[in-house]
């Protein structure tokens, strides 16, 4: 937009009859002179496009419901925004479409028949305390949207683990594939945590939405496959290690599927803002957030481990960034 | 197939070479005046040997400098002296320059080239080479301006075995090198065995950018009988011309941080330069024109052309028919690290590989947004640097930690800005860091 206003200037002070230039028409600045046209808002949409399988195959199986959390977290996270934004007097930058990720990403990590004030103040959450607390996009520490749900988790717990059945939209409690593992001790069908017929979070049900949307992710280059590759890969060895010992413990690509694994693998850990920018960090982000993953999965109190996972390797991003300086070309001793 | 070297990182620009890459480099007319500056090349400034009135021919040495790191300067067309003035520069601001106006009638010439008909490199001896390379006045021509002589001059217990010819051209729009490389192959060979033979190294090896095939496939034939000399193939990557990109791709050598290739025992000459040389030993011709690429959606007719040194931009650019309603903004280089200019009326110097101007679809205007940690400056940085981080830290001022980043091993090529989403300016920053941290440094 910047660029076209230059140009109208420009345009009003060339003389068409005088052969030489006059003074102002030409721009200077420090080199380089191109640039890829890849802009802030391009990648924030280009995310937004990512998740629309997901969005759908949550609409498909929770209809309404699906539609109602997401425009209730969207609109709020929207409206906080731009409320921060006017109350510290900064530019309203809404169009850059980081609001509108934090909004989706937030609705789908929450049950499907969250009360909608509970959206509401989980979004608000996320917005406010997640990412402007520390003076908005870029500045902040930890995923907003995760921010948003550790919050709600944390004051709603049984709200929080109320879960839907999909296509029936009966409750039932208890009931996600994780939760029969760790309660009931038996494995949900691989075919259907593919598909997403099984209990869970909005987005986190259908392994093979996001899927989708995570090639076209990391095809068009929005997000790098380090992190969610090291990550996945993590949790993928650990769990096969421990199957081998006691098949008890669940398969491989059982833990890959269950859960929130791959919409946090693909979707949370890959949110450049709070990941390491270091290519050794992103590995390292990977597999600390792979570890803990299967520490709380198996060992720990709550069936699902994906969300402190993530937070905790935010909590150490700035430590990581500082302990992988890569030697520069010529710097080996 | 075989496997192209490269480096690693870097990254893929569009070319933008076909407006000119397939035409003959053409001589431009004498202009009526030109000014050359006496900075036009990296070390001490030339002193005047010439005063306000006298009669120059072309070629005859008007500026010269005791310091070792430094070049003469020579009058590129003949005439009268008007004055000796600041003017403006082309890297920025104001130096002090030699205007000659010329006068009409002959073109007569300062140097002979009866000296050696036919000149063989038996003729000279090391010494010999570097006394007329420094004589001629000839610098680094692609873009650096080094004088060359000091490049040739090796200090002890350093021995040089491997000299580069650069080809490489990996700048967009840029096509001088490659016409150079296909119209005049046996100067470029004649002064590329020049350096090998003054710096006493025992190979040297060729290395082109693979969208220059024609050029790969001339050299082959070329150097089809020499031994100690191959031609390398490089992938077309930006910045694969950068001196130290270019030692790592074929020798897989790293220039130490802070240091020069003949750390390593390698010197790196470009094309034009061994163009320069041969003529020099050949004809005793002195540096005083040069081949330039003018081009850019801006200009009607874009071509390479043969300048004399100090004719200036706004001459050259009505040459080849500037359009007034296009242009945005003109660069003295290429587009990643050219400079732009304030001013048409600043002369071409010795390290002037082009003239762009580029209308307001080619050009970035940086937004400057906040930085969201993407990595891809990470990513792409050749020389493995952390640009953003570098950039934030100069912006916040805080000096001891930017002492763990590696700040001057950033050779400001500029793949980082290229792929900013944010648009940041982290060269900008980056060459403010370096200035500052020098002064501190000094101070």
């Known amino acids: 937009m910047r660029s076209e206003r230059i140009n109208h200037r420009k345009v009003d002070r060339i003389d068409q009859d005088n052969l030489a230039l006059k003074p102002g028409i030409l721009t200077v600045a420090s080199s380089p002179h191109l640039s890829e046209k890849r802009t802030l808002p391009g990648v924030m949409w280009g995310v937004v496009i990512s998740l629309i399988p997901v969005v759908a195959a949550s609409a498909y199986y929770f209809h309404w419901l699906a539609f109602q959390l997401v425009l209730t977290c969207l609109i709020t996270c929207l409206v906080t925004e731009m409320v921060f934004q006017l109350i510290r007097k900064k530019p309203i930058t809404l169009q850059d479409g980081s609001a509108v990720v934090t909004g989706i990403l937030m609705a789908l990590t929450l049950p499907p028949r969250l009360p909608w004030w509970a959206a509401v103040l989980g979004s608000i959450f996320a917005i406010s305390i997640g990412k402007q607390i520390f003076g908005g996009l870029g500045y902040n520490i930890f995923n907003p949207a995760l921010i948003g749900r550790a919050f709600l988790v944390a004051t709603f717990p049984v709200l929080m683990t109320t879960w839907t059945h999909p296509l029936t939209l009966n409750t039932i409690t208890g009931a996600t594939p994780l939760g029969i593992l760790k309660f009931e001790h038996s494995m949900v069908p691989l075919f259907n945590l593919l598909t997403g017929n099984v209990g869970g979070c909005l987005g986190e049900t259908s392994a093979l939405a996001i899927i989708v949307g995570g090639i076209y992710l990391l095809s068009r280059r929005y997000a790098d496959w380090r992190t969610p590759f090291s990550y996945l890969a993590t949790v993928a060895g650990l769990a096969g290690i421990l199957w081998l010992i006691s098949p008890a413990y669940g398969s491989p690509p059982f833990h890959l599927l269950a859960g929130g694994l791959l919409l946090g693998a693909v979707f949370m850990a890959t949110d450049p803002v709070t990941t390491p920018v270091t290519k050794w960090g992103r590995y390292i982000f990977g597999v600390g957030a792979g570890a803990v993953v299967v520490l709380i999965r198996l060992w720990g109190v709550n069936p699902e481990g994906v969300m402190f996972s993530i937070l905790f390797m935010n909590a150490l991003t700035p430590l990581v960034n500082r302990h992988t300086i890569p030697t520069p070309l010529g710097g080996k001793k | ?443």
């Open chain 2, 1 to 443: 197939m075989i496997r192209l070297k490269t480096f690693c990182q870097g990254i893929h620009l569009f070319q933008e070479k076909s407006p000119t890459a397939g035409k003959r480099i053409r001589k431009v007319s004498l202009p009526e005046e030109v000014i050359l500056s006496l900075q036009q090349h990296i070390g001490a400034p030339g002193q005047p040997l010439v005063k306000k009135g006298d009669q120059v021919k072309r070629g005859d040495k008007i500026a010269d400098s005791k310091s070792f790191v430094s070049a003469p300067i020579h009058a590129s067309i003949s005439g009268v002296i008007t004055a000796i003035k600041l003017a403006p520069h082309p890297a920025g601001g104001k130096a002090k320059a030699i205007f000659i106006k010329r006068e009409k009638g002959e073109e007569e010439e300062a140097w002979s080239v009866k000296n050696k008909p036919e000149a063989n490199l038996s003729h000279f001896s090391a010494q010999e080479i570097r006394d007329r390379v420094r004589e001629a006045g000839i610098v680094g021509m692609g873009g650096a301006a080094f004088p060359t002589h000091v490049k040739l001059t090796p200090p002890q217990g350093k021995p040089i075995d491997v000299v580069i010819l650069n080809g490489c051209e990996c700048e967009p729009y840029l096509t001088g090198d490659h016409r150079l490389m296909l119209e005049r192959p046996d100067d470029c060979l004649f002064g590329f065995k020049a350096v090998i033979k003054a710096v006493g190294a025992q190979r040297g090896y060729i290395g082109i950018e693979n969208n220059k095939r024609d050029a790969i496939t001339l050299f082959r034939d070329k150097t089809a009988g020499e031994e100690n000399i191959e031609v390398v193939p490089l992938k077309t990557k930006y910045p694969q011309g950068g001196e130290k990109i270019l030692v790592k791709a074929i020798l897989k050598r790293e220039v130490p941080s802070g240091g020069l290739p003949l750390d390593v025992g390698v010197v790196v000459s470009n094309v034009g330069t061994a163009v320069a040389i041969s003529e020099c030993l050949k004809m005793n011709k002195p540096l005083i024109e040069r081949v330039v690429t003018v081009s850019g959606s801006a200009v009607e007719k874009p071509v390479n052309l043969l300048v004399p040194l100090g004719i200036t931009f706004a001459t050259i650019l009505r040459e080849c028919a500037l359009s007034r309603s296009k242009v945005m903004r003109v660069i003295m280089g290429g587009p990643m690290m050219g400079i732009s200019q304030a001013t048409l009326e600043v002369p071409v110097i010795k390290g002037t590989t082009a003239i762009l101007a580029l209308s307001n679809e080619e050009v970035s205007v940086p937004a400057d947004n906040p930085c969201i940690h993407c990595g891809r400056c990470v990513d792409h940085c050749p020389t493995g640097l952390l640009p953003a981080e570098l950039a934030r830290l100069i912006r916040a001022g805080q000096w001891e930690r930017l002492k763990n980043y590696h700040l001057m091993d950033c050779i400001e090529c500029g793949c980082c800005v290229y792929v900013c989403p944010a648009g940041i300016p982290i060269v900008q920053l980056i060459k403010l860091g370096k200035l500052q941290l020098g002064e501190k440094s000094s101070s």
